[in-house]
């Protein structure tokens, strides 16, 4: 993992309190299950829009998460944003300014972000059709489907949004990112490290650009133009990976991208299905508080053993 020149200057960890970005920190997810709630509730009012606006329906390759109410997907998700709240918490502290989040397709667990962090919040995605639903579902939040009309943020996050780039365009994402920063504020991406999977790739269509915590770690700094960066592993439910489970997710992936491509229009309507199925299912049990542990990358790192969750933080200069 790439690191600042050893002449550059520290980064604060917390604003007052003498820590370094660098070092462990309090980065764990706090009220999982409360964030679990609010998403669903968040998914409720999509469904409540979805039959009047855009066609009733977004993609169906993840932007759009209530159409396929994956309890371990949502939980996976709702801790990713939590842990981005966390680090928000701690870099961007003494900035004024919104929170950004790119690459939200409908903003589901977006409201995660204001709420916890008291910020306005803007939401970018490039499908009309997301934000058709993201504007109709939440009135009260800024929604963009380009990032230059969005305002700066005090901290601008893309969450499991940059694997779904080709490799080549990564690089750029990260400085759009950089660009919509406000000085003293904080770029928070995550990804899943998918470098337990055969030939390194879960084998999930849209997952164009899977990053291990090095590749990671590369793009973000390249991006910025060095800021310092810190890429934090995150392990527990929904981010465990054993090599067994490795091969069949992966075989299963890899069969359904194959079923699908032949049979064209099937994807939309096993989609339309798991949602009518899961939409109305009971709430099932959430894993308990201090169930996931959350760790800055190092030379010690155990790579996709120690978890798959991959956030990479970086903190903008502040103004001279």
């Not at 949502?74 to 966390?86: D, E, G, P, T």
């Not at 090095?214 to 995150?234: C, Q």
């Not at 508080?289 to 155990?302: A, M, T």
Request: zero cysteines; glycine letters at 14%; aromatic letters at 4%.
């Amino acid at each position: 993992m790439e690191t600042p020149r050893p002449d550059a200057p520290a980064t604060p960890f917390a604003p007052g309190r003498g820590g370094r970005v660098d070092e462990p920190g309090p980065w764990g997810p706090e009220r999982v299950a409360d964030a679990v709630v609010a998403a669903e509730a968040s998914m409720d009012r999509l469904d409540a829009v979805r039959a009047r606006v855009a066609g009733g329906a977004a993609n169906t390759h993840g932007g759009d998460p209530g159409l396929h109410r994956n309890r371990s997907t949502v939980v996976r998700h709702a801790v990713n944003y939590l842990v981005a709240v966390r680090a928000a918490q701690a870099l961007a502290a003494g900035v004024d300014g919104p929170v950004v989040d790119v690459g939200a397709g409908t903003g589901a667990f977006s409201p995660l972000l204001a709420e916890r962090l008291g910020r306005e919040l803007h939401v970018v995605d490039t499908d009309p059709r997301h934000t058709a639903l993201a504007a109709a579902a939440f009135p009260g939040t800024g929604v963009h489907t380009d990032l230059a009309a969005a305002p700066r943020g005090a901290v601008v996050t893309a969450m499991e949004v940059i694997e779904h780039l080709e490799p080549a365009d990564q690089v750029g994402f990260v400085a759009s990112l950089a660009s919509a920063v406000l000085p003293g504020g904080a770029v928070v991406l995550s990804t899943p490290d998918e470098s337990g999977y055969p030939r390194g790739w879960s084998g999930y269509a849209p997952h164009v650009g899977p990053l291990d915590a090095a590749g990671l770690a590369r793009a973000v700094s390249r991006g910025t133009g060095g800021w310092p960066v810190t890429v934090l592993r995150v392990d527990g439910p929904t981010f465990s990976l054993t090599p067994v489970g490795a091969l069949v997710q992966g075989t299963a992936n890899r069969a359904w991208n194959l079923v699908s491509g032949v049979a064209a229009g099937l994807e939309p309507r096993v989609t339309g299905l798991v949602h009518r199925v899961t939409r109305d299912r009971p709430a099932a049990a959430v894993p308990p508080e201090g169930s996931w542990r959350v760790r800055p990358v190092g030379d010690d790192d155990g790579g996709w053993r120690s978890g798959t969750g991959l956030l990479a933080l970086a903190t903008a200069p502040a103004q001279a």
